[in-house]
């Protein structure tokens, strides 16, 4: 059982950056790949970001491309949300997520655990 613990949400003026982390419990971590999800209020979860098993693979959403970076340190069991030039489109609850699945996986339905989110808010 991977339990998962997200820290560094907070309010931020639009234009500012934050990194969150995410802290698994699991001693194969490096045996999961990870991902960044985020839900705004009335919308569904949205993908956000993910890193493969092995960290060489990663992919982030269109609407986050250049702006956010996810990395990982398998040595730590932790996995990193590096978001800048933030917009207030980007407020919304952030969670980590952890699939077995080997690749790429951008789908919620692929990923078995999940953190409790953090809040992340964006004023203009």
């Known amino acids: 059982q991977v339990q998962l613990v997200e820290s560094g949400g907070g309010l931020v003026q639009a234009g500012g950056s934050l990194r969150l982390s995410c802290a698994a419990s699991?001693?194969?971590?490096?045996?999961?790949?990870m991902g960044w999800f985020r839900q705004a209020p009335g919308k569904e979860r949205e993908f956000v970001a993910t890193a493969s098993r092995s960290g060489v693979s990663k992919y982030a959403a269109d609407a986050v491309k250049g702006r956010f970076t996810i990395s990982r340190d398998d040595a730590k069991n932790t996995v990193y949300l590096q978001m800048n030039s933030l917009k207030p489109e980007d407020t919304a609850v952030y969670y980590c997520?952890?699939?077995?699945?080997?690749?790429?996986?951008?789908?919620?339905?692929?990923?078995?655990?999940w953190g409790q989110g953090t809040q992340v808010t964006v004023s203009s």
């Open positions: 699991e001693r194969t971590f490096s045996n999961y790949g």
């Open positions: 997520a952890a699939t077995s699945a080997p690749g790429i996986r951008t789908r919620e339905s692929s990923y078995g655990y």
